[in-house]
């Protein structure tokens, strides 16, 4: 292998290179791989479908041992690229009990942390500009509806009838 990491890489079908890409990537791309799934009324809130997990937010586990469990994120490790939820524990044999690491594509976003302001702010803005588009999306429809309602030349609803008889 030449290099560990090609910024030049856009995507593959294969597996292996996914892996490669995802285990060499600097931590500012790691941490775009830490995006999890929104639920579905925080989608049409926030007009997203995933976002970057960030700690405190309240989460749902979809796969895995504890699957259907809810809880908050205490931890989140960028360079293993793994998550620590609140009283998701297994017990040792010693009796001590340890956090199970868990991954972010396992997960789902129930209830976000709306502490940062910073982040917040992002989706105030992104809402108004959604919003925005969407309004302007369906102008352009209606526009595009009357134009086309008026250059229909009116010879051809005649020709048609003429056909039909």
Avoid: C
């Amino acid at each position: 292998m030449k290099r560990k990491f090609s910024t030049s890489w856009k995507s593959s079908k294969q597996p292996r290179k996914q892996r490669k890409y995802a285990a060499n990537a600097p931590l500012h791309l790691k941490r775009k791989l830490l995006s999890v799934n929104l639920s579905k009324e925080l989608r049409k809130k926030y007009g997203k479908r995933n976002i970057p997990l960030r700690k405190r937010d309240n989460v749902k586990i979809m796969r895995g041992k504890f699957k259907g469990k809810q809880g908050k994120v205490t931890e989140v490790k960028t360079k293993m690229e793994k998550i620590f939820i609140e009283k998701i524990q297994v017990k040792k044999r010693d009796g001590s009990s340890v956090n199970v690491p868990i991954r972010a594509s396992n997960l789902q976003i129930i209830e976000l942390n709306t502490e940062d302001r910073k982040r917040m702010k992002k989706f105030v803005e992104r809402e108004v500009k959604s919003k925005k588009n969407a309004e302007s999306q369906s102008d352009l429809g209606n526009k595009r509806l009357i134009n086309k309602k008026i250059s229909e030349p009116q010879g051809e609803a005649n020709v048609s009838e003429v056909k039909n008889k």
